[in-house]
């Protein structure tokens, strides 16, 4: 049923009067090939792609967005592809965190100075995701995602390697002397054969599991292997389904409400899923206007068990576990704590687009009476350490560390870590405490994933493969161990970690949920006063405009004139 007609089109505005604008639109379209009967009264679709010939995560991207512009053409659409920053992973530094909200507000921007009636957003690799859904969430005009889908899996000598997490592991061992420099050639070779993002648990697995579970894309299509026909039919048929979606006037606000988060944060704790997902999904709900905090991660995290048995915290990977009956079974095991009367893009409920989905293979996605991990993976910790929260994913640690003290080694950067980590002076054992700060929002820039900290090479030999680590920086989602991130405030604003000294003892209790420095308060404060805030990393540019702006890790690390409300009003023609 259409509410809307083709004089209500926000493009009309562009196209449809009279007057002298409109007629440079009209004539720049016929410039462009496009007939008046191929487009004028259609739906304009911008499809938002961060294709990149610097992203392997995306490379098939470039085709996908012609499928997609196949699916909008065959429903009546006109589609137009709008490229916009890739945020790659491996190449982008320092982090591409630091560009996150870039992308986001070049999302929105895009969306609102063109003619668009409605979105589809193309992503995948880590940070693209929420940027993109959180520009889209600001702009609120009908939208949807096109996950761009796991790579297939790694391939060494017939095991298979998951992306990161095996990385970490085999370079420990090349550490170590387990493995040599061909194993290692080898390696490289055969941990990413396909286009997609990593298949591993990560940020990217986690981040476009938790678009769907949101409702913002179509059923099933955040476990789609990117090298899959089947990715290529579903970017087909989002294209169909945006158009209905722009007569419908189905919008993120109607779709994107407190029970769809609290979906999501359920979804990223049942496959034990990133660390990060916690910065994103308040971050995104922030600009939905939904009310989602740290506690809530913790209080779902307490009823929700990791089913999805998949690296880092699990065995498998994303190839399995699409074939296992991917999100759509896992959700439907999850059913008991999802809200399935919720509106989903599809225009069908929660409850209707996963209903019935079977799970082929049991120990890949578990039943709820035969977890991975008994509780969600992740645990909110807070003491006078970190006063306004810090992270743990307890779920892929070694259980040694869920309570434990130990004296604290500090760190007070990257490079100072990496300087000094394997010094044979330093006091370190395996109860020691590694601190590593200046690696926040601010003072990373950027909160770079520095948060799995090394560990001495000395101490791997002797078979040592966790300690407990802590920092206000985060950790990859493929990454895994006892560390303690997004401790909070940041230490480059003078939170508690900046005062922190060798041989203090710290405490982890992650059943009390309380990290603290056995410091008292008048100690804390004496520090406090002898210290002195480091050097902002820019002096202009966008550098400068983040530092200005950007918020802390509990509040989603969004820009401060991003977030909040205010009016915009529609672009009118000069
Ligand atoms: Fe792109 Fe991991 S590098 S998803
Ligand atoms: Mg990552």
């Given at each position: 049923?259409?509410?809307?007609?083709?004089?209500?089109?926000?493009?009309?505005?562009?196209?449809g009067?009279?007057?002298?604008?409109?007629?440079?639109?009209?004539?720049?379209?016929?410039?462009?090939g496009?007939?008046a009967?191929?487009?004028l009264?259609?739906?304009?679709?911008?499809?938002v792609?961060?294709?990149?010939?610097?992203?392997?995560?995306?490379?098939?991207?470039?085709?996908?967005?012609?499928?997609?512009?196949?699916?909008?053409?065959?429903?009546?659409?006109?589609?137009v592809?709008?490229?916009?920053?890739?945020?790659?992973?491996?190449?982008?530094?320092?982090?591409?965190?630091?560009?996150?909200?870039?992308?986001?507000?070049?999302?929105?921007?895009?969306?609102?100075?063109?003619?668009?009636?409605?979105a589809?957003?193309?992503?995948?690799c880590?940070?693209?995701?929420?940027?993109?859904?959180?520009g889209?969430?600001?702009?609120d005009?009908?939208?949807?995602f096109?996950?761009?889908?796991?790579?297939?899996?790694?391939?060494?000598?017939?095991?298979?390697?998951?992306?990161g997490?095996?990385?970490?592991?085999?370079?420990a061992?090349?550490?170590?002397?387990?493995?040599?420099?061909?194993?290692?050639a080898e390696?490289?070779?055969?941990?990413?054969?396909?286009?997609?993002h990593?298949?591993?648990?990560?940020?990217?697995?986690?981040?476009?599991s938790?678009?769907?579970?949101?409702?913002?894309?179509?059923?099933?299509?955040?476990?789609?292997?990117?090298?899959?026909?089947?990715?290529?039919?579903?970017a087909?048929a989002?294209?169909?389904?945006?158009?209905?979606?722009?007569?419908?006037?189905?919008?993120?606000?109607?779709?994107?409400?407190?029970?769809?988060?609290?979906?999501?944060?359920?979804?990223?704790?049942?496959l034990?899923?990133?660390?990060?997902?916690?910065?994103?999904?308040?971050?995104?709900a922030?600009?939905?206007k939904a009310k989602?905090?740290?506690?809530?991660?913790?209080?779902v995290?307490?009823?929700?068990?990791?089913?999805?048995?998949?690296?880092?915290?699990?065995?498998?990977?994303?190839?399995?576990?699409?074939?296992?009956?991917?999100?759509?079974?896992?959700?439907?095991?999850?059913?008991?704590?999802?809200?399935?009367?919720?509106?989903?893009?599809?225009?069908?409920?929660?409850?209707e687009?996963?209903?019935?989905?079977?799970?082929?293979?049991?120990?890949?996605?578990?039943?709820l009476?035969?977890?991975?991990?008994?509780?969600g993976?992740?645990?909110?910790?807070?003491?006078?350490?970190?006063?306004?929260?810090?992270?743990?994913?307890?779920?892929?640690m070694?259980?040694?560390?869920?309570?434990?003290?130990?004296?604290?080694?500090?760190?007070?950067?990257?490079?100072?870590?990496?300087?000094?980590?394997?010094?044979?002076?330093?006091?370190?054992?395996?109860?020691?405490v590694?601190v590593?700060?200046?690696?926040g929002?601010?003072?990373?820039?950027?909160?770079?994933?520095?948060?799995?900290?090394?560990?001495?090479?000395?101490?791997?030999?002797?078979?040592?493969?966790d300690?407990?680590?802590?920092?206000d920086?985060?950790?990859?989602?493929?990454?895994?161990?006892?560390?303690?991130?997004?401790?909070?405030?940041e230490?480059?604003?003078g939170?508690?970690?900046?005062f922190?000294?060798?041989?203090?003892?710290?405490?982890?209790?992650?059943?009390?949920?309380?990290?603290?420095?056995?410091?008292?308060?008048?100690?804390?404060?004496?520090?406090?006063?002898?210290?002195?805030?480091?050097?902002?990393?820019?002096?202009?540019?966008?550098?400068?405009?983040?530092?200005e702006?950007i918020?802390?890790?509990?509040?989603?690390?969004?820009?401060?004139?991003?977030?909040?409300?205010?009016?915009?009003?529609?672009?009118?023609?000069?």
């Amino acid at each position: 049923m259409n509410v809307k007609k083709p004089a209500d089109l926000r493009s009309h505005a562009w196209y449809g009067d009279e007057g002298l604008r409109a007629f440079g639109h009209r004539s720049r379209t016929r410039q462009m090939g496009i007939g008046a009967e191929e487009h004028l009264g259609k739906p304009v679709i911008g499809i938002v792609n961060t294709w990149s010939e610097i992203n392997p995560c995306h490379t098939h991207l470039r085709q996908r967005a012609e499928e997609v512009k196949r699916g909008v053409w065959q429903a009546g659409g006109y589609p137009v592809e709008l490229p916009a920053i890739s945020l790659s992973e491996p190449f982008q530094k320092p982090s591409t965190m630091l560009y996150r909200n870039l992308l986001a507000m070049e999302t929105e921007e895009l969306l609102r100075s063109y003619p668009i009636d409605g979105a589809v957003l193309m992503g995948g690799c880590d940070k693209t995701t929420p940027a993109l859904l959180m520009g889209a969430a600001s702009m609120d005009i009908p939208a949807i995602f096109v996950p761009a889908g796991p790579m297939l899996r790694g391939n060494w000598r017939g095991t298979t390697l998951g992306s990161g997490s095996d990385v970490w592991k085999f370079w420990a061992d090349k550490r170590a002397g387990v493995i040599g420099e061909q194993e290692w050639a080898e390696i490289e070779e055969g941990i990413a054969r396909s286009p997609g993002h990593c298949m591993t648990m990560g940020t990217a697995s986690t981040m476009t599991s938790a678009a769907e579970a949101l409702g913002m894309t179509l059923p099933g299509a955040a476990s789609i292997l990117a090298a899959d026909s089947a990715h290529a039919r579903m970017a087909a048929a989002t294209g169909i389904r945006i158009v209905e979606m722009v007569w419908n006037d189905r919008k993120p606000s109607q779709i994107l409400d407190e029970r769809a988060y609290l979906d999501a944060v359920a979804t990223v704790l049942a496959l034990g899923g990133s660390t990060n997902a916690v910065i994103h999904l308040i971050a995104m709900a922030r600009r939905s206007k939904a009310k989602l905090t740290l506690d809530d991660f913790d209080a779902v995290s307490r009823k929700v068990p990791v089913l999805a048995n998949v690296r880092p915290t699990g065995a498998y990977l994303m190839e399995d576990f699409y074939y296992a009956g991917g999100l759509r079974a896992l959700l439907w095991q999850l059913r008991e704590v999802l809200h399935l009367d919720r509106l989903t893009a599809t225009g069908h409920t929660f409850g209707e687009v996963i209903e019935g989905a079977e799970v082929h293979d049991a120990d890949v996605i578990r039943p709820l009476d035969k977890p991975v991990w008994p509780e969600g993976g992740v645990a909110i910790l807070r003491g006078n350490l970190a006063p306004n929260g810090a992270v743990i994913k307890h779920a892929a640690m070694d259980a040694r560390f869920l309570q434990h003290t130990g004296p604290a080694v500090v760190f007070d950067n990257y490079k100072d870590l990496q300087a000094r980590i394997n010094d044979e002076s330093l006091p370190i054992t395996p109860d020691t405490v590694l601190v590593l700060r200046g690696t926040g929002p601010k003072g990373g820039p950027g909160m770079p994933e520095y948060g799995m900290l090394p560990i001495p090479d000395r101490l791997l030999k002797q078979g040592v493969r966790d300690m407990l680590r802590l920092s206000d920086a985060r950790m990859s989602g493929t990454s895994y161990g006892a560390c303690v991130l997004h401790i909070s405030p940041e230490s480059h604003i003078g939170g508690p970690l900046a005062f922190v000294r060798d041989g203090d003892r710290i405490t982890l209790d992650v059943a009390a949920r309380r990290l603290d420095v056995d410091l008292s308060d008048e100690e804390l404060e004496r520090r406090r006063a002898e210290w002195t805030a480091p050097a902002p990393a820019y002096g202009r540019g966008y550098g400068a405009l983040y530092l200005e702006h950007i918020g802390q890790a509990e509040d989603g690390c969004d820009f401060d004139f991003l977030a909040r409300e205010g009016v915009v009003a529609e672009p009118e023609s000069r």
